[in-house]
């Protein structure tokens, strides 16, 4: 397993996991969504560029924490691609007085998971998407949040 990890310069954001701890949520989302051993890019950016990739992309320019492209096993290189605000997590995990590395551990094992074929449009799906999410969480030493 790949996993190719690129930090934004020079936009003065804390880097609240370490790269080990962002292969692993990697790692393991991909792992319990069927797709171990996926050669996996994460570009880490701010909410202003996450947010003009969501509106060129996917027509909603609302700001995001986490956006995955599957670009097919038969490219060279990395088969998908992640990117993830560390802004974001770092705004979120503030307002709700949580941790920012658990935080941003959720948007990688979001993000890798919606590359195992997961969706959270509909309650249904959304709903075991959570579960798979907290899943995850729980192995890489995440306890569960209490939900608000």
Request: with cysteine.
């Amino acid at each position: 397993m790949s996993v190719q990890i690129a930090w934004p310069e020079g936009a003065g954001l804390r880097q609240p996991l370490d790269e080990a701890q962002v292969a692993a949520a990697v790692e393991r989302a991909l792992e319990h969504g069927g797709r171990a051993g996926l050669e996996v890019s994460v570009v880490f950016t701010t909410d202003a560029e996450l947010a003009r990739m969501h509106g060129e992309w996917l027509d909603d320019a609302a700001p995001t924490d986490v956006i995955a492209f599957d670009l097919g096993e038969d490219l060279p290189g990395p088969a998908a691609e992640l990117y993830v605000s560390l802004e974001r997590a770092q705004l979120v995990a503030a307002e709700r007085g949580g941790d920012p590395g658990r935080e941003l551990a959720l948007y990688l094992v979001h993000g890798a998971l919606h590359l195992c074929g997961h969706d959270d449009r509909e309650p249904a799906e959304r709903l075991a998407m959570r579960a798979a999410e907290s899943e995850v969480l729980a192995t890489l030493g995440y306890p569960p949040e209490d939900p608000f």
